[in-house]
């Protein structure tokens, strides 16, 4: 196979700016073979016909873009609560999956979507492309050689991820359980929450607070905030917010050798001469000093094309058997965090054990989607998403 043939399911803001970059061929080994949109309506089809051009098929079912031929691999892009059915239908198919975040609304779906790719053979990636940063990169080699010693504490704010009242009126769909499954912590910080857990790995528990609706004219959280206790006997605070401008982007990771700060695209190692614990344990340390230590810049370079490397990796891995940047499997780990948020919210705080109790998520997010969201005229803007990420 020279080239992987591409399907994208899904033709919004998502799907749509997949296909600008694939169109113009800025991904090798891929080849943009086929689009799916499912709206019935004749304009939006024609809409996408001449988006694409001749050369792309276009279908308005997935499930006969699955079983036509014409791709290798489907990109899905559509709305959140469709990702665990077109993952499945694709894992059946024979056809490798790269899926948008979050994987899925419920632990239970991402679960089951890792299961059927695995017992299909097929590759199944997410696409976490925060992954392929530099700066994350760096961060995380870092902790796991060991240059901080044992993790004594992590704390981050993403709360960059500002969103005015019309991005939410921009769908339907958007600020509702029954359209999305959540706010925030499932639509913008997938991505940070995603990091966390692959820089500083899995809490064991956590307890947090959710604002439902507090900044927006939105059913679903557009603030959080988590404390986590690790395994190890690490704390960590999680904080994140659609509503806070300016906002602030800052990771900070404590260890017995030193801290880690990354902030403005700066990274700083704080560096101690000795262990913290075997300075504290030294008989001969004075009652009020401190160890010493070094401010040292790590220089990280700038990134760009996130989304493109992202693809490209995922088609290396079903080319030439490269390792993914985002295992769909391990991807679920965010949903992990953001469903487990969303449970001690709903319980005034408690600790919620993880892995999370699947049954639990899923009957307290149908019951929600359940309920008529707020009336809303959608205004059906389009999104242009190279914005998104604006504070990387």
Known sequence: MAQLRIGIL?????????????????????????????????????????????????????????????VDAVLVAVPH??????????????????????????????????AAAAAAGVVYGAMFSMRAFRSYRTIRELVAGGELG???????????????????????????????????????APHTLDLLQWIAGMPARLSARCGFGRHHRIEVEDEATALLEYPSGATGVFTTS????????????????????YEDRQLVFWRTRRGVRE???????????EPEHWRIPIPVEADEGYNKAAVANFARAVLHGEPLLAPGAEAGNSLELSNAMLLSAWSDGAWIDLPVD???????????SAAPPPAKAATGARLDLAHSFRHA
Not at 34 to 58: F, H, I, L, N, T
Not at 242 to 261: I, S
Request: charged share 20%.
């Open 10 to 70: 899904g033709m919004g803001n998502a799907g749509s700016h997949h296909a600008g970059y694939l169109l113009r061929d800025e991904v090798a080994e891929v080849t943009l073979a086929a689009v799916c949109e499912c709206s019935p309506d004749p304009a939006r089809q024609a809409a996408v016909r001449s988006q694409v051009g001749a050369g792309v098929q276009v279908f308005d079912d997935y499930q006969r873009m699955l079983a036509s031929g014409a």
């Open 81 to 114: 609560p469709g990702h665990a059915a077109a993952v499945l239908a694709a894992a059946a198919a024979g056809v490798h999956a790269l899926v948008e975040k979050p994987v899925a609304v419920h632990a239970g779906q991402a679960r089951a979507m890792a």
């Open 150 to 188: 044992e993790l004594r504490r992590v704390s981050w704010t993403a709360t960059r991820w500002f969103r005015p009242q019309s991005y939410y009126d921009s769908a339907g769909w958007r600020g509702t359980w029954a359209g999305e499954g959540g706010g925030v912590l499932i639509n913008q």
């Open 242 to 261: 659609t509503g806070e401008a300016p906002g602030t982007d800052r990771l900070e990771l404590a260890g017995d050798r030193g801290k880690l700060v």
């Open 279 to 289: 300075f504290s344990d030294d008989p001969a340390t004075p009652g009020f000093a």
């Open 358 to 368: 699947a049954g639990a998520i899923e009957r307290e997010l149908a019951a929600r």
